[in-house]
């Protein structure tokens, strides 16, 4: 099954354990004593795939002493020396580190950085627009997850396959079963994402991947009114992040059921199919119990959709208005109908016992688009301090879509616009308490390395991009750089967690179709899970340390499976740095 092999060695090679090596003499400073210190990898980390300019560029060199570096250029001119910071330890890798801050040099170049006494050396860029292709290719990973489509070589590439789930014949499960939709009632519900590597569609997931796209076009909507993703709508007149968007949407739609307004949890096959490609996937698929937060996903999404479509497709716009409000409506009425996976359905859950904030969410892009005061007094109701966005945890949506709607001034009073500004201003705050003290600069710590943790480096990078656009402070921003460093290459694994980019990135991920198609690589583009201390898979990982649990391997489906979710925010820090820098 493992048909990368040859690849695979070499990815391998660099994760080598070397064991508990000797640690020099620490510092007088230090106390290494507490830390069981290993020494994964001696190479340097960071950015494999390139740098802007003018974009932060904190290299992490593992050492228990400070060294000195020169970096020298293409012609072999030293063009920047110095030295690091002091050695500290990173605890979530055991590693004993230095960081040398490259941000200095700003010229366009191929560079190799060179540490004195250690013999370390490695080689990097600095380019005029070093994530274009990544960002198509990020895009592209979408299409490619589309359902009930043909994916045709002139936009696919060599992952071109013929059409998968059709889904014009779902069946309602006895979860979901009404009087005026009985078990076995089949409804058409194509189009959408497949998930992840797996081929289900699930709402909630589909809501938050879904609204942070829209985001990222609201927020640079002239940079992708011009941004051609080649698909099959690219001459239609429609943006193609929309029309992207637009697969998804058109899928979520289905997915209410009009005879009372409630909305399926997900459509899926009763287990994971093995490793096929989409079209061998025969197994009957069902619509399964309705739930609040679907149904408030749901409406956050649709309401949103519908908010920027108002003024270029006013039929669209209103009706995906009315499916929202129509969720809404059900949800106020079934306020605790968590999801509860039945027995013979064993597919993916996102379950939530917790919704008040996605009745915060829902309520407030309600309120944005019917500009209706109902919706603003029961958002104040559901409001809660900000947290870093996850498909469980939408608290700060809200402030976001709001503190930035175009309309604010209008729609709010200054004070209001000042609390969801401050409300994400504090959490940015607490996300720089982490940097600020981080032995690799980077704001992940012990609770961060959940299942999908590079979604939280990416979700954390959002949240410090919505701070700097408030203050215009630029810790913020280099903070979220530093992020987007570490998922590009600078984190302890030595990976670069896209796919197809940077040096060393991952060749086996839990992904079925770059398994089961006859290309050796995978498709590029996907942010893979990364580091989870859990681990809950039963794979065989290299360490426990929680930043290296980590194993590019189709068995490791907690740390290297890829999804539409996870995806987002790395497309979003992707515009962002191209807005700011090209
Ligand atoms: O909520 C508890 C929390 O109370 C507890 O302290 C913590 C400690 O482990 O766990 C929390 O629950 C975790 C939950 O995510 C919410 O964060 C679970 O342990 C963890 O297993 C769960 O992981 C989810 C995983 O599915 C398993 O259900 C991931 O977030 C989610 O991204 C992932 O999503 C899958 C889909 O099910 C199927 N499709 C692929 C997709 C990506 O792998
Ligand atoms: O392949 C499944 C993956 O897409 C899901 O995200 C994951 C979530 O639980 O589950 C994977 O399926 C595994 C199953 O849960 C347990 N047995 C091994 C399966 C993978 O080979």
């Known amino acids: 099954m493992i048909k990368k092999n040859?690849?695979?060695?070499?990815?391998?090679?660099?994760?080598?354990?070397?064991?508990?090596?000797?640690?020099?003499?620490?510092?007088?400073?230090?106390?290494?004593?507490?830390?069981?210190?290993?020494?994964?990898?001696?190479?340097?980390?960071?950015?494999?795939?390139g740098y802007f300019a003018n974009a932060s560029k904190i290299v992490i060199v593992p050492s228990t002493n400070i060294v000195k570096f020169n970096v020298i250029n293409a012609n072999g001119s030293v063009v920047l020396s110095g030295i690091s910071s002091a050695p500290a330890v990173w605890e979530y890798s055991g590693e004993a580190v230095v960081q040398i801050d490259?941000?200095?040099?700003?010229?366009?170049?191929?560079?190799?950085?060179?540490?004195?006494?250690?013999?370390?050396?490695?080689?990097?860029?600095?380019?005029?627009?070093?994530?274009?292709?990544?960002?198509?290719a990020a895009f592209k990973a979408y299409y490619i997850n589309r359902a009930s489509?043909?994916?045709?070589?002139?936009?696919?590439?060599?992952?071109?396959?013929?059409?998968?789930?059709?889904?014009?014949?779902?069946?309602?499960?006895?979860?979901?079963?009404?009087?005026?939709?009985?078990?076995?009632?089949?409804?058409?519900s194509p189009k959408g994402w497949y998930d992840a590597g797996d081929y289900n569609k699930y709402i909630v997931n589909s809501g938050i991947s879904t609204y942070t796209l829209l985001l990222a076009y609201e927020h640079f909507t002239a940079y992708y009114d011009n941004k051609s993703l080649n698909i099959p709508e690219s001459n239609n007149g429609i943006p193609d992040i929309l029309d992207e968007i637009d697969w998804n949407l058109e899928w979520m739609s289905t997915m209410q059921d009009p005879n009372d307004g409630g909305v399926y949890h997900k459509l899926t096959t009763k287990n994971f199919t093995p490793i096929i490609m989409p079209h061998e996937g025969t197994e009957?698929?069902?619509?399964?119990?309705?739930?609040?937060?679907?149904a408030l996903n749901f409406?956050?999404?649709?309401?949103?959709?519908?908010?920027?479509?108002?003024?270029?497709?006013?039929?669209?716009?209103?009706?995906?208005?009315?499916?929202?409000?129509?969720?809404?409506?059900?949800?106020?009425?079934?306020p605790t109908q968590y999801y509860r996976q039945p027995s013979d359905i064993q597919t993916g859950e996102y379950g939530d016992n917790n919704v008040t904030d996605e009745f915060a969410w829902a309520s407030a892009e309600l309120y944005l688009t019917t500009q209706e005061p109902p919706f603003l007094e029961n958002f104040d109701q559901y409001a809660q301090a900000a947290q870093v966005p996850s498909w469980a945890q939408v608290s700060a949506l809200p402030y976001i879509s709001m503190?930035?709607?175009?309309?604010?001034?209008?729609?709010?009073?200054?004070?209001?616009?000042?609390?969801?500004?401050?409300?994400?201003?504090?959490?940015?705050?607490?996300?720089?308490?982490?940097?600020?003290?981080?032995?690799?600069?980077?704001?992940m710590s012990e609770g961060d390395f959940v299942w999908g943790s590079n979604a939280v480096a990416m979700n954390r990078a959002l949240v410090l991009w919505q701070a700097h656009k408030i203050t215009q402070d630029e810790q913020y921003k280099v903070?979220?750089?530093?992020?987007?460093?570490?998922?590009?290459?600078?984190?302890?694994?030595?990976?670069?967690?896209?796919?197809?980019?940077?040096?060393?990135?991952?060749?086996?991920?839990?992904?079925?179709?770059?398994?089961?198609?006859?290309?050796?690589?995978?498709?590029?583009?996907?942010?893979?899970?990364?580091?989870?201390?859990?681990?809950?898979?039963?794979?065989?990982?290299?360490?426990?340390?929680?930043?290296?649990?980590?194993?590019d391997d189709w068995c490791s489906y907690s740390t290297n499976e890829v999804t539409i979710n996870w995806n987002a925010p790395l497309i979003y820090s992707l515009a962002q740095l191209e807005y700011l820098y090209k």
């Open 6 to 49: 040859l690849l695979a060695a070499s990815a391998v090679s660099i994760l080598a354990v070397t064991g508990c090596s000797s640690i020099e003499q620490p510092l007088a400073t230090l106390d290494f004593t507490n830390f069981d210190v290993h020494e994964y990898s001696s190479a340097i980390k960071l950015n494999q795939v």
């Open 102 to 136: 490259l941000s200095a040099l700003n010229a366009v170049g191929q560079y190799s950085l060179e540490v004195e006494d250690s013999q370390q050396r490695a080689s990097f860029s600095i380019k005029a627009s070093p994530y274009d292709a990544m960002h198509k």
């Open 149 to 188: 489509i043909k994916l045709l070589p002139e936009f696919a590439g060599d992952y071109a396959r013929p059409m998968g789930h059709v889904d014009t014949q779902v069946l309602v499960h006895s979860s979901a079963a009404t009087a005026s939709r009985p078990e076995g009632t089949v409804i058409s």
């Open 284 to 294: 009957p698929r069902f619509v399964v119990q309705k739930s609040t937060a679907a």
């Open 299 to 334: 409406a956050a999404v649709m309401a949103n959709a519908s908010r920027l479509y108002q003024a270029t497709r006013p039929t669209l716009a209103n009706k995906y208005l009315l499916q929202a409000i129509d969720a809404y409506s059900w949800a106020l009425e079934n």
């Open 403 to 443: 503190a930035f709607n175009n309309q604010a001034d209008i729609l709010f009073t200054e004070q209001q616009r000042q609390r969801y500004s401050t409300r994400l201003v504090d959490l940015a705050n607490n996300i720089m308490q982490t940097y600020n003290t981080s032995a690799y600069k980077v704001t």
């Open 479 to 551: 903070a979220a750089e530093e992020l987007v460093n570490y998922v590009m290459g600078k984190n302890p694994t030595g990976f670069s967690f896209v796919t197809g980019f940077g040096e060393v990135s991952p060749i086996e991920p839990h992904h079925r179709q770059s398994v089961a198609d006859e290309v050796l690589t995978p498709v590029p583009g996907f942010l893979v899970g990364g580091p989870h201390s859990g681990q809950q898979d039963s794979c065989n990982y290299v360490s426990d340390l929680p930043a290296q649990s980590f194993l």
